[in-house]
């Protein structure tokens, strides 16, 4: 399947850093974020790569070019001003294949990719994200509830309420056709709140859920965890 990844954010909380380089570009342990996604993408078989780029975009592009570097082929897609994740990748529609994964350019979740695909398509469903269910250790509060047939049944950030039992791992994956479901404006358009609740609402959103945690570098001290997990992860290689 081909990959989708959402490359276009501010990166705020990682300020200074990111006045002069995008999120994405952030170093960990002497390489770019965003090249561990490209390693784990080729590692699983998925070697065809839409990047949706905006702010500081041309530094991703100078840096990754078409992807030969990485053994990935890169297409990239420019936001010239901020369109949200549901604009963004209503925006590169003429880019994407009939199935696609949508990765968030912050967030590593070490899974093999290639399970998640046979799952996904499997179920015949239009979407489907992948969850975790270990949010002390990512720092984030439990965002997704899901029926025993593995339907998602509601996605809220930032609440307490006791059905949200699982966290959302930073992986989606869908049809084309959901594109459909999103409108064409106004911006910022958000996945979250456009089109989760619609392919809920249709039982069109399954979940597969994995005991592995997810990784991101949203703030300077989930960064200073993934590069724990590096070294852990080269020792235990050795």
Same mark, same amino acid.
């Not at 570009?25 to 390489?31: I, P, Q």
């Not at 991703?60 to 963004?88: C, H, L, N, W």
């Not at 969850?131 to 509601?154: G, H, I, M, Y």
């Given at each position: ?11 705020? !909380?990682? !300020? ?15 390489r770019p974020f965003l ?25 991703? !592009? ?49 899974? #093999? ?13 239009a979407g489907l994200l992948?969850?975790? #269910? ?12 899901? #029926?025993? #047939? ?58 597969f859920e994995t005991d ?27």
């Amino acid at each position: 399947m081909q990959a989708f990844i959402l490359a276009g954010g501010l990166g705020t !909380r990682l !300020r200074p850093i990111t006045y002069t380089i995008p999120k994405p570009m952030v170093t960990v342990l002497g390489r770019p974020f965003l090249s561990y996604q490209l390693d784990l993408l080729r590692y699983c078989g998925v070697t065809d790569v839409v990047l949706s780029v905006g702010y500081l975009g041309e530094k991703i !592009r100078e840096y990754f070019g078409d992807g030969s570097s990485m053994e990935v082929s890169i297409r990239y897609s420019f936001e010239q001003s901020p369109k949200g994740t549901g604009g963004a990748l209503k925006a590169a529609e003429k880019l994407l294949e009939d199935e696609f994964f949508v990765i968030y350019a912050d967030s590593y979740l070490p899974v #093999d990719l290639r399970v998640v695909e046979g799952f996904f398509r499997a179920t015949g469903r239009a979407g489907l994200l992948v969850a975790c #269910d270990n949010s002390e250790d990512t720092l984030v509060l439990p965002n997704v509830s899901v #029926d025993k #047939d593995r339907f998602v049944t509601a996605y809220e950030k930032d609440s307490n309420r006791a059905a949200l039992t699982l966290v959302e791992a930073g992986v989606l994956a869908f049809r084309k056709k959901v594109l459909d479901l999103l409108p064409e404006g106004p911006w910022p358009l958000s996945l979250e709140k456009v089109l989760f609740p619609k392919l809920i609402e249709s039982r069109e959103l399954v979940c597969f859920e994995t005991d592995q945690r997810f990784y991101d570098i949203g703030s300077p001290e989930r960064l200073r965890r993934f590069q724990e997990y590096l070294n852990d992860h080269i020792k235990n290689a050795l």
